[in-house]
């Protein structure tokens, strides 16, 4: 009767293992096939709807900034375009000849500048403009428009170094940049400014010798015109991609944005060229008894 009794229980636990794994087996194959009927599925639709960015942001410290910077130091727009060339980047980076410099300096070339991208986007405004109101009001509504919708956000980012890049809205007559706010930046830290659209007060930004890159003058203010999309995100800029992070370099040749992670090996062969470029003018400014200046030293 004890054998019988044992048999009985020994038969009832291989049941309920049996169902245990039986179980275990059917949740595990429930879990995969959803797992793979999610993925064929594809991305989740709700949080697309929502709005991704599908180009993460690098972020470097400030001492990996300067470690970059230095090694960019006195190089040109065509000493780095040859630096792209050499790491398989032709024609990479090159923005388009109608950004240009608003001012250029040919005695010590303080239109030139190397900094670390910084981005941010304006886009044009489909809100309604402005009717036509008292002046406290006017002023309140302008007052609004900067605080709420067409705000700096990246002035935080900007540090020691800093070459802030904007995409704008180029058919616009507005000038998101002016004689204050890029003194503003300056002060900051800003080494200069890349615009795919326009600035105003431009006379004022010549005399007070801020780099600054742009296709044309722009009249407008920004309230009633544009609108802050985002900021260091990537951007497009004088038709080339614009990295948070990458490297700026701007000249009387136009501007040259070097990818961060391509920025020493192209340093490195840009310092060579200028090096054999200097020395080569150097020989030829004694051959015709020139002074040297600030190209050759």
Known sequence: ?????????????LIVSAGLVAFVWTWMTTEANTAIAQESAGPNVEALRAGKNLMPTQVYTAEQDQEILKLFEGLRVADVSDGMDKVGLTNTGLMSPEIHALWKD??????????????????????????????EAFDQWVSNWYNEISTEPFVSLIRKGTALVLDEAPDSDVGSIGSNNIMSWRARGCVGVVT????????????????????????????GRNEIESVNRPIECGGVLVMPGDVIVADGDGVIVVPRAKAKEVAAHAQAVIEGDKAGRRGLYQQLGLPEDDSVR
Do not use: Q
Not at 1 to 13: C, D, G, K, N, Q
Not at 197 to 223: C, H, M, N, Q, S
């Open 196 to 223: 795919n659209a326009t600035a105003r007060d431009t006379d004022e930004i010549i005399t007070e010798k801020v780099p600054l890159y742009f296709r044309r003058p722009g009249r407008g203010i920004r309230p």
């Open 106 to 135: 040919t005695e010590h070339f303080a239109h030139r500048f190397i900094g670390i991208a910084v981005t941010a986007r304006y886009v044009p405004t489909n809100r309604p403009p402005a009717t036509a109101m008292g002046t």
């Open 1 to 13: 009767m004890a054998r019988s009794s044992t048999h009985t229980r020994t038969a009832l636990t």
